[in-house]
């Protein structure tokens, strides 16, 4: 694996703006995250710029005087990437790209970008390109100049690395060759999924970087890649993981994040079947992060969007040791309680409820509560496995007897 230390991070300016629906608090998160991702890809944030608007400039996104500060700082700070926290308009992306003369990115891009760079099978290889295609193509008047684009970098690896195509028809035509080539591959695997047999299929589901590679580790004694990044795996993984006498199949899946298009769930779809195809769903998340409930309800809304939200689900709280809260002080009369000075305990309590006892909160890392975490997926599969297969009943005794 390269170390991403021997790589010369890009310096790079974020762009985000407040409106009605988005307050200062809710940017500043976005913005976190987007500083994460641009780490991601090999990219050193500098200065974030933000401005309250009613709405997006339609030509420049930021208005004109926001824009002159931005164009003045790219160019006395050697700024080689600006990106922006929302999606921008064909003719946004082209109108600012005359004005900074730097690399112009948006959210999207940018998750593009770091799904490029860590495809490993021609399978991802080949969603990958599909959704940039996809993404590319009403974008083609505002393409970087061929010489810009072998430099290389952030946002330039993929499609068009080697050649600029401004030929509609010519990405057209790649497009639906990719498509087509994808239809074979999903056949093939929706045979390979078909051969698994009766086995009950497990698979991990969350939010980017919250702990399903590890926790896979962990379970299934893999060597599934983890990293402190985002999307540090895209390509599924699958192994036959066996508790007590009990074999099943669990599969590690691609992360999800919030404001992720839909054509790019779309060139997933196959990396998706993998979740269709389940019998339960571990949904982990990282409890230590300070907006885990919101990646929650996007996790939950892309599962409704691939139509799985109705599955069998148990919550996986992660990271339990370092989860922190904030702590009120006796004497302190004014600051109002919120979530963030939940206790584990009341947490516990409060998805306990929530979930209907379908939550279990551990630490893959230091390896805390995984008993009981392989007690519970036990009884959850062997569930499963004795509706299909009744007779398997004596096969498979509580937990507690099968471990004797
Ligand atoms: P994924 O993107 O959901 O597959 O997440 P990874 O398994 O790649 O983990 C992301 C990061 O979280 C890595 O740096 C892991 O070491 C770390 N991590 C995973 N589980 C735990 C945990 O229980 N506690 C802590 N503190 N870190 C964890
Ligand atoms: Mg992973």
């Known amino acids: 694996m390269l170390e991403q230390k021997e790589i010369a991070y890009e310096n790079t300016v974020l762009v985000g703006i407040v409106t009605q629906g988005q307050d200062a608090d809710t940017l500043e998160d976005y913005l976190d995250e987007l500083q994460f991702l641009a780490y991601t890809a090999g990219g050193e944030v500098k200065r974030r710029f933000t401005q309250r608007m009613e709405r997006p400039n339609p030509k420049t996104f930021i208005g004109t005087g926001k824009m002159e500060t931005l164009m003045e700082y790219v160019k006395e700070n050697d700024i080689s990437t600006v ?103 999903d056949k093939q695997m929706a045979v390979q999924r078909g051969n698994r047999g009766a086995l009950v299929r497990v698979v991990l589901v969350g939010y980017t970087n919250v702990g399903k590679s590890t926790l896979m580790n962990v379970i299934s004694k893999s060597n599934v890649f983890a990293e402190n990044k985002l999307f540090a795996t895209l390509d599924t993984t699958v192994r036959k993981v066996v508790i007590g006498n009990l074999p099943f199949l669990l599969s590690d899946t691609v992360g999800f994040i919030r404001k992720l298009p839909t054509q790019l769930v779309e060139s997933f779809k196959s990396t998706l079947d993998e979740v269709r195809e389940a019998d339960l769903l571990l949904h982990v998340v990282d409890i230590s992060h300070p907006n885990f409930e919101e990646h929650i309800e996007s996790v939950n809304a892309i599962l409704d969007e691939i139509h799985c939200a109705d599955k069998p689900t148990l919550m996986v709280f992660n990271k339990i040791d370092a989860y922190t809260h904030e702590i009120i002080a006796d004497d302190d009369l004014t600051t109002e309680r919120t979530n963030k000075h939940n206790t584990l305990a009341e947490w516990q309590r ?44 004596f096969l498979y005794p509580s937990y507690e007897e099968n471990q004797e």
């Open 83 to 185: 990106i922006f926290d929302d999606e921008l308009t064909p003719a946004q992306q082209n109108n600012i790209e005359k004005l900074l003369r730097c690399k112009i990115l948006d959210r999207t891009g940018l998750i593009l970008d770091i799904f490029a760079q860590r495809a490993k099978t021609s399978y991802a290889r080949t969603q990958v390109e599909l959704a940039q295609y996809e993404y590319l193509l009403p974008r083609l008047t505002g393409l970087w100049t061929h010489l810009e684009r072998q430099r290389g970098g952030i946002g330039m690896r993929g499609p068009g690395e080697t050649e600029i195509e401004t030929d509609r028809r010519i990405v057209r035509d790649r497009i639906a060759l990719l498509k087509k080539k994808l239809q074979t591959i």
């Open 350 to 393: 409060t998805w306990m409820a929530r979930a209907n006892g379908d939550a279990i909160f551990i630490s893959a890392l230091n390896k805390e509560n995984l008993e009981e975490f392989r007690k519970v997926v036990y009884e959850k599969v062997r569930e499963i496995h004795i509706t299909r297969f009744p007779y398997n009943h």
